[in-house]
């Protein structure tokens, strides 16, 4: 395969007359593949219906009072004892809430910002200006709460290990009105990296300048492994209390990529104060979750082993389309000069960059041929990718074979953005 | 029965000394009798059973696209269209939510402190001060959201037919700070009324100083009548447009009192502009209800005549306990001149005004004789009761001889209570 950066205006013009040509062919095909968001397929779905059956109308006892009725505010005991295993907390520092770990998140982040944190001097919605640290490409629901809340957002960037500590540190030990900062840390979205040890007692040990700065650990896909060996995320929680701040990190997850997504069940682990908080503000937001989903969920997983076997399922219809994806990106595009693509060994997605200020266009002519991408943009704070170089690929809801034609149909419109640039630029 | 007011010194002693027996003689039962909430009974959640049933593996398909999937942050059609004939509304204009309607109005709440309502002039945080018509007594759970957000509580005075409206009309019309009021609309807590055509149409008719003054319709008990020809609500949100204010009002409803307690549905009725603006907040806070859970109550339900034949077996359950509650109250208390309480025709509680002053003292008393009451001032705003006479009853959670047991030791202390003011002050 050619480098594009190295080739002249003949085989340039060549090259485009092909590609265009492939273009048109799949254009003419009138498809229509989406993979704009990060959502298990009818299999993945198909594997959890033992759920439903889990607990019928004599059987829905479980170890609390009783479970069809008011209380249970932090979850039902079992519930908070399987995702305490699953989050990396003890029982009591858990709270298993309703189906999405988003509604925590928003909710940690308003009483923030209505009463301040265990620590804070103040709410932060009474200081002037806060910003949160936004490791970009990163995922857009994140941003949104910032965007919500009226938090400035910071991008750091993001490589192989996690966010660029170097960078993190200064900015958090110059700067008082950054008060948290957003991660992923395991199969990250959407570069899929998994945050190394030392990026993780960083984070932990660092010294900031606001008292109050916190890390919502947003877990989404610890157990989203897609090979026999999964990868191993430190546990942040024991190293912030190792690092003298045992309020730093707010940890989240849910089965939304486990069982269903939206008849799931999320939960948060944090310190003793962070969750005595949390649940004092909750009481005035909800009655709590949904018990009886949440004694589904313990009846059909039982523990962790049984959660990581329902996890290898779907790893093996996932595998699949993730080397699909990885197939099409290096038969096309390597050593072309003009795309970087990551290779995650988990979660739901792989992150393509290509020329600079060609995002755009790409997502555009993909959607023009029928495949409709995430909005280039969409991974960095506001929607606004600085270098317009960033497209996230979902390849989890598509069939293999629709995949593999949509990163064939990515690829091509990547290789003929970025000749049409090379050309202008001639 | 002799009227306390008018008893000498020597018939209070008396009657004292007969009643301290009563009390001591309950004491000495060990009881415990918990009246604090309003819960149902197992014997009201046993009716819902079949719930559990109409969801299984095989039969997860709804109208909608895939159930067990992302997407449906409005809820699925069926259940809005359900919701709607519920709230009073066009399936357009129904939201169905999480399991708690409490989450939803704690979530228009969150909308309006932190980016206004459709016509506000700002946020109302960034207003200095804002106030809240809080029609007392009321529920503690309203005030708890006025109290997360700051906002200041105006009470305002209850009779039969709802909040007196003189009042609320003068109030709102002189001050720009009142921007909202919560209500109980039907079988209020409370005391069980029932707002009447007049004050529905007051409320949706009169002229506020606020252009963006929004009613929070706490619509709970809905269907939730006692006796065989339920009482009628008018419309708030017909009455509301025809009062040429289409956007003042947000209805709000569940299932937590029709199914289960935590394991129901929840849903909000508004105009098109409030429901259009709070769906597009909502999407940065949750990724909608469990829609699943969502399609077993369309599917155990089927329509409104489901739900009202449902209702009715529950009505079965609760009118004796009601009644048992009528009937102590009656004959311990009827004449003495020292107590008047309300008689619901549907709901989940009575509201029961002891002599000024005495409302805590009673609720304590009854407490070291093994009866947990609803503490005394739950049902003002801040927990405070100015005149300390309240006292609410919530008889749906015990058995029918519990209710009178427990209503019998009320009654017991509350006439003790009033005794003893009576001989401090001689």
Redesign the interface.
Known sequence: MRDLSKADANVLHEQRAQLAARYDAFRSRGLKLDMT?G??C?EQ?DL??????C??????HGEGD???????LDGIPEARRLFGEYLGAPQAQVVVG???S??LM??IV?DAI??GVPGAVAPW?RLGRIRFLCPSPGYD?HF??C????IEMVPVAMDEHGPCMDEVEHIVAGDETVKGMWCVPKYSNPTGCVYSDEVVERLAAMRTRAPDFRILWDDAYAVHGLHDRPDRLANILDACARGGHPDRAYVFGST?KVS????GVAAMAASPANIAEASR?R???????????QLRHVRFFRDMAGIEAHMRKHAAILRPKFEAVQDVLARELDGRGIATWTRPRGGYFVSLDVPEGCAREVVQLAADAGVKLTPAGATWPCGKDPRDTNIRIAPSFPAVADVRTAMEIVAVCTQLTAIDRRLAAA
Do not use: Q
């Open positions: 968001r959502k298990p009818p779905l959890a219906l033992g759920l439903l059956d607990v019928r109308s004599g059987e829905w009783d479970e069809r009725n008011y209380g249970g309703g189906n999405a988003l509604e928003h909710g308003r209505v009463h919605g629901r949104f709460i965007e919500y809340f009226g939304s269903f997504a939206g008849g503000r009481n005035t937001s909800t009655i709590g979750g949904d018990k009886i989903n």
